[in-house]
């Protein structure tokens, strides 16, 4: 679905005096098969908004290539089959909505991409009750809490059909609940609809829900792996600034204290099956 080669991205930023230029990202080669789960970790400022963007063809490789599905980002012409193809979710519901109600909200990428009715009508109400919003669906978006209106916008991609979803955090600004309903739904679009996720966050229990586990370090690729490979290198991962899911961590020091787990836990469950 995605593949990168010696990627390198740099912001160039013009003042009156000077050129500045930050090196956000740097020889970055690597590829997400066709329905995997891809959870993108690293410190602040380690490149991984860059790279969703990239992905998404908002901004484009200083050097090196990126295919989605076969099609190089830089092709000009294929823009907006990329853009189908893998769309993107942000941190911040409220910069994405557009539309005065949920209906319409969710309806505005599909009509982009000039589907019509009756196909149309049934793409949203779809993609509205995947995400357990149909009693909300002439509701404005102002009205809801910020993990309904981040279903809505996981609803407005489900609705364009794109093989490919990139979250930026998108549970970054919503409460307890509003994650868990937001990762769930994430969990059923790739186990149940196949669809390829690159999930960035800051979350390592999230994280451990991915197939694989890429970390950044100042635009490199730092680790990569299983969850139970990268959060078994604990102070590998605290070298870099990043924590691992709490039980994963109680295990591994208790484990320091003699206890023996063959192996670390990554959630609750498995860390009470050990105990
Ligand atoms: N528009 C921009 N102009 C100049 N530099 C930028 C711009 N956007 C990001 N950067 C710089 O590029 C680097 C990578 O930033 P990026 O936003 O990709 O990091 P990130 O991993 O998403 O961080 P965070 O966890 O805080 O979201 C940082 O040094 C950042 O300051
Ligand atoms: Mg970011």
Redesign the pocket.
């Known amino acids: 679905m995605i593949k990168i080669e010696n990627l390198n991205f740099s912001?160039k930023?013009e003042s009156d005096e000077n050129i500045e230029y930050?090196h956000?990202l740097k020889s970055l080669s690597l590829e997400i098969n066709d329905g995997e789960f891809v959870a993108i970790l690293?410190h602040?400022?380690?490149?991984?908004?860059?790279l969703a963007k990239l992905l998404n063809g908002q901004i484009f490789p200083t050097s090196g290539d990126i295919w989605i599905a076969g099609m190089n980002t830089k092709d000009e012409d294929k823009i907006w089959d990329i853009r189908e193809k893998c769309s993107m979710v942000f941190q911040n519901p409220d910069n994405q909505m557009v539309a005065t109600t949920v209906e319409q909200e969710v309806a505005f990428g599909p009509e982009n991409l000039q589907v019509e009715n009756p196909k149309l009508r049934e793409r949203v109400d779809e993609a509205i009750k995947l995400v357990g919003m149909e009693d909300y669906v002439k509701k404005s978006p102002s009205e809801l809490s910020g993990g309904q209106k981040q279903r809505v916008s996981i609803a407005g991609v489900i609705a364009m059909l794109s093989d490919c979803i990139i979250f930026d955090?998108p549970t970054a600004m919503l409460d307890p609940q509003g994650r868990a309903d937001v990762m769930n739904i994430i969990k059923t679009l790739n186990k149940d609809m196949n669809k390829t996720v690159v999930h960035i966050t800051?979350y390592m229990e999230e994280a451990a829900m991915a197939d694989r586990i890429i970390v950044?370090n100042e635009g490199r690729k730092a680790l990569e792996g299983s969850a139970r490979e990268v959060f078994s290198k604990v102070d590998e991962m605290k070298a870099l600034g990043l924590t691992v899911p709490q039980v994963t961590e109680i295990a591994f020091k208790l484990r320091k204290d003699g206890y023996r787990f063959d192996k670390l836990p990554l959630n609750i469950e498995e860390f009470l099956e050990l105990i």
């Open positions: 912001y930023n930050t956000a690293g602040n400022g380690s490149g991984k908004s860059t955090e800051h950044l």
